[in-house]
């Protein structure tokens, strides 16, 4: 039994990140990781303009006005937002400008139109004289040309998509997704929408998994329920080995009569780097390598043990062979007393809040392994080193965030 820094140790050097990209449009980057840095191709603002509807300026020419003695201009042009061409601004006049509209040249301010006699006039009253400069976005103030915009392993989402159309970027390079094969074992089990005699078991994992794995953003390429029949068992597996980079398990794994995953592994050539972990729950978790290089995890059967076990440890593993680090773990005030285990790594579920400026948790009191409902509005993982004694309210605690959680 090897412990969960070694565990975490031992994915990680086996965890080969991938080299293959593919081109994608816009419409389908969100989730996908960028296999290449992204540079300006122009500045943004692309041309100097304005930040207001109103009129733009020579400041020098406005410079005395006020309300108890306004400053009169002619209107020599108008400038809608999309103004192709501009004429130069000549001392003494002004010209209407829309916010976005190009600055014409020698202006130097646009005044707000509230700040003048407004808007379908020949000639307008200025109120006011702003300080030179105002109300106008400079030609590559927000990004100058050539600069990183967005950098290799950025995991796309809708900003990322705004901010590439913004510079007519059209499709990019994007590492491809790993495949990711499911199968979970047992005589028991029926899928949800089937009819289940009495002494039958829904199977929460296969559906719960296949959720992690679209969570993660990588792709399924399969998914079976087998029963409990070595010859299925070994025929499934060969063709999951063959067909993903990643496969994954969900019972069968131990030593009992009914266990054949692991005896399986072994005939089709998988070399076992790790098999139980010292934590609680999640014991008996196996580890190895295909000579395909396609990366193996058997989980335990139990729901939150299979689940917790994805958490920690496939989640890490799916997100670097995508060319993306995974979110760092991060501590918190414990709400509520942490039950730690004497002997083992102790993993739970958790639900994280912010108030007054601290990150507060409490754990779920459902702690068995088989408490599936244990997870229920839960947005993190918490976990405590091997203690003699629970870890008391108000001790820091350690937190990895749920792929899917949206915020505390």
């Known amino acids: 039994m090897i412990t969960v820094h070694d565990a975490h140790e031992i994915i990680r050097l086996a965890t080969i990140a991938t080299t293959r990209t593919e081109t994608l449009p816009l419409r389908d980057l ?13 500045p943004m603002p692309r ?20 309300a108890a ?33 190009p600055i014409p040249a020698h202006a130097d301010t646009v005044v707000p139109f509230e700040e003048t006699s407004g808007f379908g006039q020949p000639v307008v009253e200025f109120y006011k004289s702003p300080k030179r400069g105002a109300n106008i976005r400079m030609t590559g103030e927000e990004v100058a040309n050539g600069e990183l915009l967005l950098g290799k392993g950025t995991r796309i989402t809708p900003a990322e998509v705004a901010v590439l159309a913004a510079f007519g970027v059209a499709s990019v390079s994007v590492f491809r997704r790993p495949k990711v094969a499911l199968v979970t074992i047992g005589d028991e089990l029926r899928l949800p929408g089937e ?11 296969l559906p719960m998994l296949e959720a992690c794995v679209d969570a993660c953003g990588a792709q399924r390429s399969s998914s079976w329920q087998l029963p409990d029949n070595p010859a299925i068992i070994r025929s499934t597996i060969e063709t999951a080995l063959a067909e993903s980079d990643v496969l994954l398990t969900a019972g069968g794994i131990s030593t009992g009569e009914y266990d054949f995953v692991q005896e399986t592994l072994a005939e089709l050539g998988v070399e076992k780097r790790f098999w139980k972990v010292a934590q609680k729950p999640g014991k008996p978790l196996y580890f190895g390598m295909a000579p395909s290089e396609t990366m193996v995890f058997s989980l335990p059967g139990n729901p939150v043990s299979a ?69 229920d509005g839960a947005n993190c993982i918490v976990e405590s080193a091997p203690s003699d004694d629970p870890l008391p309210a108000g001790s820091l605690i350690t937190c990895t965030p749920l792929p899917w959680s949206t915020g505390y």
Request: aromatic residues 8%; proline residues 8%.
């Open 307 to 375: 689940l917790a076990c994805f958490l920690e440890y496939c989640t890490p593993a799916l997100n670097r062979l995508q060319g993306h680090e995974p979110p760092s773990k991060f501590e918190a005030f414990l709400e509520t007393p942490f039950p730690a285990d004497r002997k083992r790594h102790r993993f739970l579920f958790g639900r994280l809040r912010s108030e007054s400026g601290r990150l507060l948790c409490s754990v779920s009191a459902k702690t068995e392994s088989h408490m599936l409902t244990a997870t």
């Open 69 to 101: 003695s306004p400053v009169t201009l002619p209107v020599t042009q108008k400038l809608p937002a999309g103004a192709l061409t501009t004429l130069p601004l000549a001392s003494g006049s002004c010209a209407q400008i829309m916010t976005g509209a």
């Open 30 to 42: 969100p989730g996908r990781v960028l296999a290449g840095d992204i540079h300006a191709g122009f």
């Open 47 to 66: 041309f100097t303009n304005a930040a207001m509807d109103g009129f733009a300026v020579i400041a020098d020419d406005i410079a005395s006005a006020s």
């Open 195 to 205: 009819e289940a005699p009495p002494l039958a078991i829904y199977n929460s994992n």
